[in-house]
Structures are given as structure tokens and as C-alpha cells.
């Protein structure tokens, strides 16, 4: 089995900010993860990447925000998504962006 491209989105967020995403099924897991989809979800504002879940061989699942990097823990694909829309908006109600 090749890996499988689920999402490979970009969604625009205003004048200044987007939301990238990336998601595929693989056929072996990655070290440090117990399900079988490699990751790359980003917030960008003005350039910047101020939110970031991934899924970096050896290190396991894992989010960027706030200038700090901490474990998450992955159950299903919607849910991870649930996850990262919940933090964008709590970047944004924290930042007084849109």
C-alpha cells in the first residue's frame, strides 16, 4: 500500500491569514504514533505560523501554539480536525483576530 492523500487543502481566513492542511493514510506507522496518518495542520497570520498540530517522526503527535509544544492525543481524523478549529478560534478570541 503507497500512502493516501486524505486532505491537501488551503482555506483562505481573510485579507492576511489561512489555514493550511495536509493529512494522508500510510502504510506503516510513524514512531511514537499508534494510528496510521501522517500530519500537518498550520494557522498563518501575517505570515507567521502561529498554530501547528503534526505528527514529526519519533516525536508523536504534538501541537505548536503559543510559542509552546505539547503532546496531543490522537483518536480519529474528525476529531483532530475538531481539535485544531477549536484552537484557531481560541488563537483568535485570545488575539482579537477574526
Known amino acids: ?6 486532505i491537501d487543502d488551503r482555506i483562505a481566513i481573510g ?3 489561512f489555514i493550511e492542511m495536509a493529512l494522508w493514510r500510510i502504510p506503516n506507522r510513524l514512531p511514537g504514533c499508534a494510528h496510521d496518518y501522517k500530519y ?8 507567521v505560523c ?9 516525536k508523536g503527535d504534538h501541537r505548536h501554539f503559543g510559542g ?22 481560541k488563537w483568535n478570541d485570545e488575539n482579537r483576530h477574526p
Open 1 to 6: 500500500m503507497r500512502a493516501e492523500r486524505i
Open 68 to 89: 509552546m509544544e505539547s503532546a496531543i492525543v490522537f483518536s480519529t481524523v474528525d476529531q483532530l480536525l475538531l481539535d485544531f478549529k477549536n484552537d484557531i478560534r
Open 15 to 17: 485579507e492576511n491569514a
Open 40 to 47: 500537518r495542520l498550520a494557522y498563518i497570520v501575517g505570515g
Open 50 to 58: 502561529v498554530l501547528r498540530y503534526d505528527n514529526e517522526r519519533g
